[in-house]
């Protein structure tokens, strides 16, 4: 939402942009009072708000507006839809705009601009930030902050000939002054306002009703859908929106060859599997709802698409896959207000903004840690444990086996995070046999600590402590093995002795030339001990504070930096996709994903 255009001698000059994202609206619009400047709190607040956020960067392609109820986060969008044609039309706002309808509350429009390198401006340099306030006040519009508003007669009225020869004001005095400021401002800031994107507004209540003309509601939207799939000469490219709108009911289906179809009368959408032709309307409400949202946004492109509650008879995963959609498939920004915490997920294309209301007037806050997590759930009534648990547990005896599972898992799944898509929790080793991985209660229960409680979607990893191929595992392990194998879990029993044996000799070699002066080749079988090894390998030249046993978190990590996909062997991955297989299972994500 960057605008730049060359004006009022600041060169090429730009939004700030915590003041083009457009969810920071709901916080000023209307928020001043008859006769009044802003205040320098009012002005500390706003600046917090946005440094809160990362006010150096630009907002991301969606931001998702959550609260309570009555919090604001409709006003926020209305702002939004509202800020162009009011910043260009004071005239066009109707009493209900103002804020809680109060004639002295008067809207405003902040402007912060910053200077290009190669222009001028008198007492400022590049990347300077100069300030513009416009108050509507009783029909008309007025500078009630500008950046000329410091400047003395002579630099004003210099500057003023400079930037617009020609026009010189006819009065004297303090009447030519305000004339050269508004002029000079006008200049600088209407150009800035017309480059702004536009802003459509997609409401609550969504519908597919047959009509002439395509309203954002739904009426029409079939006889758009209809033109995509049969475009006039000039708008090929159109059929490219019908074959994502098909291609997401392909997804939401699991059909991967399903077709749609437009009705004669375009009075409906039409699904063919096979042989069978059905209307759109009888898989379901929620993907009927999707597609109608799919379509609106299709219908624009660059443009700010403000979506009011989508999660309206839209179960959590189809919400996530609409997010999915907007963000991979669309060319807009979205702010999209909502009440499900299915949404709460930030990431570097989306911001998750909390909205209060305190007082008379809604505060926005970003969300960045897990205490505005928690602040944020305890407003919408959700409990911590619906949403703050990794979607997947990998269960492991120990900081050194974490080390390895995660750089084998950003290997061969990148797109796999930590602390959200999964967590690789410790058990130690020793406790195993105070672990049960049974869903139900039994007479027994109360004597194990029940993993799946934490979180039904796990795996473990249990080093075998085989040192023959046939030695037999200890009595807990094959109790976890059977309690995994009657509730579906996957339990991963090490090939070898512990998970070290699935590392190649050469990685082990290539991290200790880096600890040990020494070229000794190392011999590291499936069930040899690690320590024992290396031992026998450097002998002189070994001492404890080479020892990997001793310090196994620190060697995992030395020894994790050298791995590559070359060094997974075939049972390795075997293992390895089938954690990855879970994750995604849990994540909802496609597992043709890498």
Same mark, same amino acid.
């Given at each position: 939402?960057?605008?730049?255009?060359?004006?009022?001698?600041c060169?090429?000059?730009?939004?700030?942009r915590?003041v083009?994202?457009?969810?920071?609206?709901?916080?000023?619009?209307?928020?001043?009072?008859?006769?009044?400047?802003p205040?320098?709190?009012?002005?500390?607040?706003f600046?917090?708000?946005?440094?809160?956020?990362?006010?150096?960067?630009?907002?991301?392609?969606?931001?998702?507006?959550?609260?309570?109820?009555?919090?604001?986060?409709?006003?926020?969008?209305?702002?939004?839809?509202?800020f162009?044609?009011?910043?260009?039309?004071f005239?066009?706002?109707?009493?209900?705009?103002?804020?809680?309808?109060?004639?002295?509350?008067?809207?405003?429009?902040?402007?912060?601009?910053?200077?290009?390198?190669?222009?001028?401006?008198?007492?400022?340099?590049?990347?300077d930030?100069?300030?513009?306030?416009?108050?509507?006040?009783?029909?008309?519009?007025r500078w009630?902050?500008?950046?000329?508003?410091?400047?003395?007669?002579?630099?004003?009225?210099?500057?003023?000939?400079s930037?617009?020869?020609?026009?010189?004001?006819?009065?004297?005095?303090d009447?030519?002054?305000e004339?050269?400021?508004?002029?000079?401002?006008?200049?600088?800031?209407e150009p800035?306002?017309?480059?702004?994107?536009?802003?459509?507004?997609?409401?609550?209540?969504?519908?597919?009703?047959?009509?002439?003309?395509?309203?954002?509601?739904?009426?029409?939207i079939?006889?758009l859908?209809?033109s995509?799939?049969?475009?006039d000469i000039?708008?090929?490219?159109?059929?490219?929106?019908?074959?994502?709108?098909?291609?997401?009911?392909?997804?939401?289906?699991?059909?991967?060859?399903?077709?749609?179809?437009?009705?004669?009368?375009?009075?409906?959408?039409?699904?063919?599997?096979?042989?069978?032709?059905?209307?759109? %309307?009888?898989?379901?409400?929620g993907?009927?709802? &999707?597609? #109608? @949202? /799919?379509? +609106?946004v *299709?219908?624009?492109?660059?443009?700010?698409?403000?979506?009011?509650?989508?999660?309206?008879?839209?179960h959590?995963?189809?919400?996530?896959?609409?997010?999915?959609?907007?963000l991979?498939?669309?060319?807009?920004?979205?702010?999209?207000?909502?009440?499900?915490?299915?949404?709460?997920e930030?990431?570097?294309?989306?911001?998750?903004?909390?909205?209060?209301?305190?007082?008379?007037?809604?505060?926005?806050?970003v969300?960045?840690?897990?205490?505005?997590?928690?602040n944020?759930?305890?407003?919408?009534?959700?409990?911590?444990?619906?949403?703050?648990?990794?979607?997947?547990?990998?269960?492991?005896?120990?900081? %050194?086996?974490r080390?390895y599972?995660?750089?084998? &898992?950003? #290997? @061969? /799944?990148p +797109?796999? *995070?930590?602390?959200?898509?999964?967590?690789?929790?410790?058990?130690?080793?020793?406790?195993?046999?105070?672990?049960?991985?049974?869903?139900?209660?039994?007479p027994?229960?109360?004597?194990?600590?029940?993993?799946l409680?934490?979180?039904?979607h796990?795996?473990?990893?249990?080093d075998?402590?085989?040192?023959?191929?046939?030695d037999l595992?200890?009595?807990s392990?094959?109790?976890?093995?059977?309690?995994?194998?009657?509730?579906?879990?996957?339990?991963?029993v090490?090939?070898?002795?512990e998970?070290?044996?699935?590392?190649g000799?050469?990685?082990?070699?290539?991290?200790?030339?880096?600890?040990?002066?020494? %070229?000794?080749?190392?011999?590291?079988g499936?069930?040899?001990?690690?320590?024992?090894k290396?031992?026998?390998?450097?002998?002189?030249?070994?001492?404890?504070?080479?020892s990997?046993?001793?310090?196994?978190?620190?060697?995992?990590?030395?020894?994790?930096?050298?791995?590559?996909?070359?060094h997974?062997?075939?049972?390795?991955?075997?293992?390895?996709?089938?954690?990855?297989?879970?994750?995604?299972?849990?994540?909802?994500?496609?597992?043709?994903?890498?």
């Open positions: 939402m960057t605008a730049t255009v060359k004006s009022c001698g060169g090429l000059m730009r939004w700030s915590w083009s994202s457009g969810w920071w609206l709901g916080r000023w619009w209307g928020d001043q009072r008859h006769g009044d400047a205040g320098e709190d009012w002005h500390r607040q600046s917090e708000y946005w440094r809160r956020a990362g006010h150096d960067r630009s907002p991301k392609k969606a931001t998702i507006v959550i609260g309570a109820n009555n919090s604001g986060k409709s006003n926020i969008l209305a702002a939004m839809t509202l162009r044609d009011a910043a260009e039309y005239h066009r706002l109707r009493d209900e705009d103002r804020h809680l309808r109060d004639e002295n509350a008067l809207p405003l429009i902040v402007a912060d601009l910053e200077i290009r390198p190669g222009s001028f401006f008198p007492d400022k340099s590049p990347g930030i100069v300030r513009f306030i416009c108050v509507y006040d009783r029909g008309h519009s009630s902050n500008t950046p000329f508003d410091s400047m003395d007669r002579v630099k004003l009225r210099h500057y003023h000939q930037e617009l020869p020609g026009r010189t004001a006819s009065q004297i005095g009447d030519a002054l004339i050269m400021k508004t002029e000079l401002s006008e200049r600088a800031f800035q306002i017309r480059s702004l994107p536009k802003a459509v507004f997609i409401p609550q209540h969504r519908q597919i009703e047959k009509a002439d003309k395509y309203e954002i509601q739904g009426a029409g079939v006889a859908l209809n995509w799939q049969h475009p000039g708008h090929d490219k159109d059929s490219e929106k019908f074959q994502e709108v098909q291609n997401l009911l392909r997804g939401l289906l699991h059909l991967p060859t399903v077709e749609l179809e437009i009705a004669h009368d375009k009075s409906k959408i039409i699904v063919k599997r096979d042989q069978l032709r059905l209307p759109l %309307s009888h898989y379901g409400t993907i009927h709802q &999707l597609i #109608i @949202l /799919a379509i +609106a *299709l219908a624009h492109s660059n443009t700010i698409v403000c979506i009011e509650e989508p999660e309206t008879n839209l959590p995963a189809l919400q996530r896959e609409l997010l999915r959609f907007l991979e498939k669309t060319s807009n920004k979205y702010i999209i207000s909502t009440h499900s915490h299915a949404l709460i930030p990431n570097e294309d989306v911001d998750v903004v909390h909205v209060t209301l305190r007082g008379k007037v809604t505060i926005p806050r969300i960045q840690t897990t205490k505005d997590t928690l944020l759930l305890r407003d919408l009534g959700v409990r911590a444990s619906d949403i703050l648990q990794a979607n997947a547990a990998i269960w492991v005896e120990g900081p %050194s086996d080390v599972l995660k750089r084998w &898992l950003e #290997i @061969l /799944a +797109a796999l *995070l930590e602390n959200i898509h999964y967590s690789i929790m410790f058990y130690s080793g020793r406790l195993l046999s105070h672990l049960s991985l049974n869903r139900e209660d039994g027994t229960s109360h004597d194990f600590i029940q993993l409680r934490i979180n039904q796990s795996a473990i990893v249990i075998s402590d085989r040192r023959r191929p046939d595992l200890n009595e392990k094959l109790r976890i093995q059977k309690e995994a194998g009657s509730e579906e879990i996957y339990c991963w090490t090939d070898g002795r998970i070290e044996n699935y590392l000799p050469e990685v082990i070699e290539a991290a200790y030339r880096n600890i040990i002066d020494s %070229s000794s080749p190392l011999s590291f499936l069930y040899d001990s690690l320590e024992e290396l031992k026998a390998t450097f002998q002189e030249s070994w001492a404890p504070k080479y990997y046993d001793g310090h196994k978190p620190t060697r995992a990590r030395e020894i994790a930096t050298h791995l590559q996909e070359h997974i062997g075939n049972k390795l991955k075997e293992h390895l996709n089938a954690l990855i297989q879970l994750i995604r299972g849990a994540s909802e994500l496609n597992h043709d994903e890498p």
